[in-house]
């Protein structure tokens, strides 16, 4: 069935260090959606991308869906404390049409 | 705060028994998700509800069941639980429902089944 990956599963950085996830799906998406999940929080969205080649910025985040729209990153220059969480992408369900279909998230710790 | 609230926040039972979780969705906003958050599975989608019908179905075992109330609210149904129930529940919320909409995920609730 449809599947969405996510690399890698964790990733630990030092303050100031770039960060980078890797998302990919095993067909072609309409629109990817990125969520972060901060430690004992709820998924809170972040962005969505539609566009084959489209990228996206937010201050320190850079969102990009690749030109086939079977992948997609996220990028964080400069990494703070306050960036620590999930990072999970998310694209439509095939199947179930308007669900999404979850990869299993990049775990993101920094230290200072 | 995403407007979507879910009660109760913590939940502790037993094996066999049946518990109802309840989602009120972010005001205006006519579809609700339900998703499982377990540890080795990631977040599942369960069912969508859009203005009192069923929209899709995921990966919802047959002992689950849910429904969506004229108020909009929502309310997921787990019974015969067993010890692998035992995950985080999330409601989530769009207005219309659709592939592009965005989904806001309420708190959570943690079910516990001992």
């Known amino acids: 069935g449809q599947q969405v990956m996510q690399i890698p599963q964790y990733q630990h950085v030092q303050e100031g260090e770039d960060f980078t996830t890797y998302c990919n799906s095993s067909?072609?998406?309409?629109?990817i959606q990125w969520y972060k999940q901060r430690p004992g929080g709820h998924p809170v969205f972040l962005i969505q991308?539609?566009?084959?080649?489209e990228v996206k910025k937010q201050k320190r985040l850079t969102f990009q869906f690749g030109e086939a729209k079977k992948n997609s990153s996220l990028h964080i220059t400069a990494t703070q404390t306050t960036d620590v969480g999930t990072y999970f992408c998310?694209?439509?369900?095939?199947?179930?049409?308007?669900?999404?279909?979850f990869g299993k998230g990049t775990t993101l710790s920094v230290s200072s | 705060d995403s407007g979507v609230t879910q009660t109760p926040k913590h939940l502790i039972t037993a094996t066999g028994q049946r518990v109802t979780l309840r989602c009120s969705p972010r005001?205006?906003?006519?579809?609700v998700y339900w998703y499982q958050q377990s540890l080795d599975q990631g977040l599942q989608f369960l069912i969508q509800?859009?203005?009192?019908?069923?929209?899709a179905k995921g990966n919802i075992l047959e002992r689950f069941s849910a429904q969506q109330f004229p108020d909009l609210h929502s309310e997921l149904n787990l019974s015969s639980l067993e010890l692998g129930d035992s995950a985080l529940y999330f409601c989530?919320?769009?207005?219309?429902?659709?592939?592009?909409?965005?989904?806001?995920f309420g708190p959570g609730t943690r079910l516990t089944v001992l």
């Open positions: 989530a919320s769009s207005q219309a429902g659709g592939r592009t909409d965005t989904q806001y």
């Open positions: 067909t072609t998406l309409s629109n």
């Open positions: 991308l539609v566009k084959s080649g």
């Open positions: 998310a694209g439509p369900d095939n199947q179930a049409g308007t669900a999404l279909i």
């Open positions: 005001s205006g906003d006519l579809s």
């Open positions: 509800y859009y203005n009192g019908e069923e929209r």
